[in-house]
């Protein structure tokens, strides 16, 4: 304990440059700043991160500067806070203009809160996003895309109404908003090859909808891949979502329900088409469950 004491008294009293240690501690505001920086520098990343942390820090320079000024009576020390109190301030109005000018028509709005901000995409990727697309109005009755003559050129994401999708003539699903209209078809597709749609889609109510051109869609991809695996991971979803829901309405005798991982429902159900031979394989199994 002694040589503890002495190690210390060596390094205040006997120190080179402080011969003599200032005893009383500083004032509230010294601490205040000191609390301000570490709560500080404990900002996360973003818009709103910045905000938090220029905020915090900015108060911090300014009671240091005041610290400065009123108690250690040290221009150059009041010089220097008071200058990074400036800057912290004028970062923080400009970052809050920019959340501030960031603004989206109502239905831009309900997208980015049902889909986007839930996986965390900042407002600024949201605005790239949506200043690349286009809000379409789609009247009653009218048709989206016609089976064996639209042609695949665009992504859209309905935002209100339903749509109506058909084959043939027959019902197959619905879709509802925050829904692809055209994931499927996109998926089908790679960048340099075109096609038509397979299907008829047509609106049973009035609908909203939100459309990327593709080839502005794929350059978008290539400049940011953030949005490329966005993009990626909400078509996948909404075609398994699509899948399940045209899952949801086949049988196969019996009341058995139809399972979309067993061999493609559309050729079991129409005795024209060629058929696998794992269809065979299928009925035999499940003639052999129902005894």
């Not at 905020?55 to 500067?65: D, H, Q, Y």
Request: aromatic share 16%.
């Amino acid at each position: 304990m002694e040589r503890n004491s002495s190690l210390w008294k060596d390094l205040t009293d006997e120190h080179p440059v402080c011969t003599s240690w200032k005893r009383e501690a500083e004032g509230a505001i010294y601490h205040l700043a000191s609390i301000l920086f570490v709560v500080g520098f404990m900002g996360g990343s973003g818009f709103f991160g910045l905000l938090y942390v220029f905020s915090l820090l900015g108060l911090g320079f300014l009671c240091s500067a005041i610290w400065a000024w009123v108690d250690v009576c040290a221009v150059d020390i009041f010089s220097w806070n008071f200058v990074l109190f400036i800057i912290c301030f004028m970062q923080f109005v400009h970052i809050a203009y920019q959340v501030h000018s960031i603004t989206f028509a109502r239905e831009f709005q309900l997208l980015y809160s049902s889909i986007f901000q839930p996986l965390g995409t900042s407002l600024p990727v949201f605005r790239t996003i949506a200043l690349s697309s286009e809000l379409v109005t789609l009247e009653k009755e009218h048709c989206y895309a016609m089976q064996g003559k639209t042609s695949i050129d665009k992504l859209s994401l309905l935002v209100s109404g339903r749509i109506r999708v058909t084959v043939d003539g027959e019902f197959l699903h619905y879709i509802f908003p925050f829904q692809f209209l055209d994931s499927p078809e996109w998926d089908s597709l790679r960048p340099t090859e075109e096609g038509v749609f397979q299907v008829t889609l047509t609106a049973e109510t009035d609908c909203r909808y939100v459309s990327w051109r593709r080839k502005k869609l794929y350059l978008l991809f290539a400049q940011h891949r953030y949005i490329s695996r966005l993009f990626s991971v909400l078509i996948g979803s909404d075609i398994a979502d699509k899948l399940y829901a045209l899952n949801d309405r086949v049988y196969t005798g019996k009341r058995y329900h139809y399972d979309i991982r067993l061999p493609n429902f559309y050729q079991l159900s129409s005795p024209g088409k060629p058929r696998s031979p794992l269809i065979g394989h299928f009925r035999n199994s499940r003639q052999y469950c129902d005894k």
